[in-house]
Every structure is written in C-alpha cells, then in structure tokens.
C-alpha cells in the first residue's frame, strides 16, 4: 500500500445535521384516508414557530355508527414524550382498525392527537425542542405553544374520558395511572390484561418511584396531561404505559389492544348505567 504525501490534501466533511424523524411519514397516510372516508375527519390545531420551522398539531376524529344519544367523546393522545413512538404508531393503527371495522366504535366521537410533541418527535427526545418536559407543564400557565393547544382542547370537547399513551424505559412491563372516578381503575385492569397477551405485567410494588398494585398507580405526577379540574363531570382518566425497551411491534399490539378493551369495557358500564 503506497502511504499518502505529506502534501496530499485531505478531504474534510462538514459535520451533518443530526437526521430527523418524519411527522409526515406517519401523519400523511392517515390525512389521505380522512380526506376519502365520511367518518373522519382532520385538521390542524393551530401553528407555532420554533427557530426556523412552523409546526402545528394534527388532530384526527373518527365517528362511530350512532348508538343512541350523544356519542362518547373519547381523547387520546400520543407523542407529547418525542422519544416514545410506540404510542403514534398505536394510534395510527388502531384509527386504521376502526376504518376497517367502524362497529368497534358504536356510539363513540374519537378524537385522536398521535404526535402531541412534533420537535421532540422530529429530534427523538423526550422533551420539545425547547428543553421542555410538556408533560409536566399543564395547568400551570404555561407558554409552551403544544400545551396552550392541548389544554384548549381538553377545555372545549369535555371529554367522558382521556387516554395517554407513553413508554417507560426504567420499566420492565406494562403498568398505568389512573386518576378520576374509580371507574378509571375499573377500565386499567382489563386493558392490562387485554394487552399480556402481547407483553407482561410489571407487578412491582414500586414503579416509577409511586406505590403500585399489579401495575396500577393511582395519582401520578403533577402537570401531566390531564382533565382541567373545574371540569364536571370528572372524566376518567388513564395514562397507559408499555416497557420502552421491549421490541416496537409488541408495544403497538399491546397499546391496540388497551385500547380496544378501554372502549368496550366503558361501552358495557354506560349501558349498564342507562338500564338502572
């Protein structure tokens, strides 16, 4: 092998801009299918500005077939931690499921927000662009654009109840908070078991530094994505957590079928209701 010269110039390669993740790539295909089916319906929630870029937040709602009275509004959002795309991917999917089968969702209006934290999402971190937690930052007044939008949401549609979507990467199985009636607790069980058919229960005493009862934390921390509290009737309210480092397919499936218990689950209990 002939050694280079002394005199050789070498090339230098300007260091590149860390690669970012594609908001398009998931939310493109879910637009085009709003656009072409009467059951959903897309649109932006407002826009902000972070340096250079404009972004807004997308918000998808699907109506069921009627069931009667006034359909349950149902919120669920995913991606407000950029880190944790398990919970997007999820709820594209089970959106694209309702497609296929709309009876899945009789009687309810989903409202659906699959990337809650679009710099974070782009950048693969947990916080916004802006250093943020957004998790920690409702009801605070915050000024952090992604939570003003979201807390008028959460204000406007009164929802019967709220559904987050994350991932834990100190956990090794699935748990969640609960907060709201004890209904809340009453749906977090079957959704744990409906979703051990793809990954196990984390049974700890202890999660996440909170007291645990076969991975159901009641409470949680404060400034979470949440009902405002003026709100009434309470809604219920669950945060839903898969084990970060399991493989991404297994944490979809088990997200899909959380979800798809959730809504059955209340389906039953509201019906019961009625006929008392």
Same mark, same amino acid.
């Given at each position: 092998?002939?050694?280079?010269?002394?005199?050789?110039?070498? =090339?230098?390669?300007?260091?590149?801009?860390?690669?970012?993740?594609?908001?398009?790539?998931?939310?493109?295909? &879910?637009?085009?299918?709003?656009?072409?089916?009467?059951?959903?319906?897309?649109?932006? &929630?407002?826009?902000?500005?972070?340096?250079?870029?404009?972004?807004?937040?997308?918000?998808?709602?699907?109506?069921?077939?009627?069931?009667?009275?006034?359909?349950? +509004?149902?919120?669920?959002?995913?991606?407000?931690?950029?880190?944790?795309?398990?919970?997007? =991917?999820?709820?594209?999917?089970?959106?694209?499921?309702?497609?296929?089968?709309?009876? +899945?969702?009789?009687?309810?209006?989903?409202?659906?927000?699959?990337?809650?934290?679009?710099?974070?999402?782009?950048?693969?971190?947990?916080?916004?662009?802006?250093?943020?937690?957004?998790?920690?930052?409702?009801?605070?007044?915050?000024?952090?654009?992604?939570?003003?939008?979201?807390?008028?949401?959460?204000?406007?549609?009164?929802?019967?109840?709220?559904?987050?979507?994350?991932?834990?990467?100190?956990?090794?199985?699935?748990?969640?908070?609960?907060?709201?009636?004890?209904?809340?607790?009453?749906?977090?069980?079957?959704?744990?078991?409906?979703?051990?058919?793809?990954?196990?229960?984390?049974?700890?005493?202890?999660?996440?530094?909170?007291?645990?009862?076969?991975?159901?934390?009641?409470?949680?921390?404060?400034?979470?994505?949440? /009902?405002?509290?003026?709100?009434?009737?309470?809604?219920?309210?669950?945060?839903?957590?898969?084990?970060?480092?399991?493989?991404?397919? =297994?944490?979809?499936? /088990?997200?899909?079928?959380?979800?798809?218990?959730?809504?059955?689950?209340? +389906?039953?209990?509201?019906?019961?209701?009625?006929?008392?």
């Amino acid at each position: 092998m002939i050694a280079p010269s002394p005199n050789t110039p070498r =090339l230098v390669t300007e260091p590149q801009r860390p690669r970012r993740r594609s908001i398009a790539a998931v939310i493109a295909p &879910l637009q085009e299918f709003a656009q072409s089916s009467p059951q959903c319906l897309t649109n932006n &929630l407002g826009s902000f500005r972070c340096g250079n870029d404009s972004y807004s937040l997308a918000r998808f709602i699907f109506d069921g077939p009627p069931s009667g009275g006034d359909p349950i +509004r149902l919120g669920i959002f995913a991606g407000i931690h950029g880190d944790e795309p398990a919970g997007t =991917l999820a709820l594209v999917r089970f959106l694209r499921d309702l497609a296929k089968n709309p009876e +899945r969702a009789a009687g309810y209006r989903i409202y659906a927000y699959p990337i809650c934290n679009p710099t974070g999402f782009e950048d693969n971190t947990r916080h916004s662009r802006q250093g943020k937690d957004l998790n920690r930052e409702f009801w605070r007044a915050s000024d952090e654009p992604e939570v003003y939008l979201l807390e008028q949401e959460l204000w406007t549609h009164g929802f019967h109840g709220i559904v987050s979507l994350h991932s834990d990467d100190t956990s090794e199985g699935l748990y969640g908070f609960v907060n709201g009636p004890d209904l809340s607790k009453d749906l977090l069980e079957p959704a744990l078991w409906a979703a051990e058919k793809f990954l196990h229960r984390n049974t700890r005493v202890v999660i996440d530094g909170f007291r645990a009862r076969r991975g159901l934390i009641d409470g949680g921390y404060s400034g979470i994505l949440s /009902a405002p509290s003026e709100v009434s009737p309470v809604p219920f309210q669950l945060t839903f957590e898969t084990p970060a480092h399991a493989p991404l397919h =297994l944490q979809v499936e /088990a997200n899909v079928a959380a979800l798809h218990c959730i809504m059955a689950e209340y +389906r039953t209990v509201m019906s019961i209701a009625s006929n008392i």
